[in-house]
């Protein structure tokens, strides 16, 4: 039986059991999804993720040694400046990956983090907690940061990274489809 899979596995993982990791390679596996978070360290420390920028960056170059496809996930913090955003899209760029995503730091209810938060919350709407409405203040207001967040997907994505995803994952029909998708998302994200 041959089948192309895909699997959510932490960076440390991966540095720690390569040889897993190519073994389950050989059995079909061809994509990855790597909450990054950061490749700054003392964010990786205030997430507790336990890992370093070191370990982060040594996981991806083991799967593309692989030939095993990253989907890697950032985290986008509020306080975030104009300087924030550009060394998040230079750090990125750097691990030449076709594809990358970002999340806005977002509490979740019945977290720690939500009840430390709760009170300087935006608002309460569930729709806005998707990961692409700030829900705290943000250093730069709303509006430029959302523009910070489109620029991030528009310094770092390549629309050929789209493709290159979904040609792995899907037929012709299915990359367009998501292509549009992934324009509307941007839009969504500048509009938030």
Known sequence: IQKRYFVYVRSDTIVKHPALLE?????????????????????????????????????????????????????????????DFRTLASNVRRLKLPYASFFILTPVLGTDFYDEVQEQLLTDD???????????????GPKRFCRELERLYRRTVHPLGYLKLLFRIGSLKEAVSVMYFALAYLKRIKYA
């Open 23 to 83: 073994k389950w390679k050989r059995i079909g596996l061809d994509m990855v999804f790597i909450g990054l978070e950061s490749l700054v360290q003392e964010e990786l420390n205030g997430f507790n993720k336990s890992v370093s920028v070191h370990q982060n960056v040594q996981a991806v170059n083991i799967m593309k040694e692989l030939d095993v496809m990253v989907y890697p996930s950032f985290l986008v913090l509020p306080e975030y400046t104009g300087r």
């Open 126 to 140: 569930p729709a806005l907690y998707d990961g692409l409405h700030p829900v705290l203040p943000t250093a730069l």
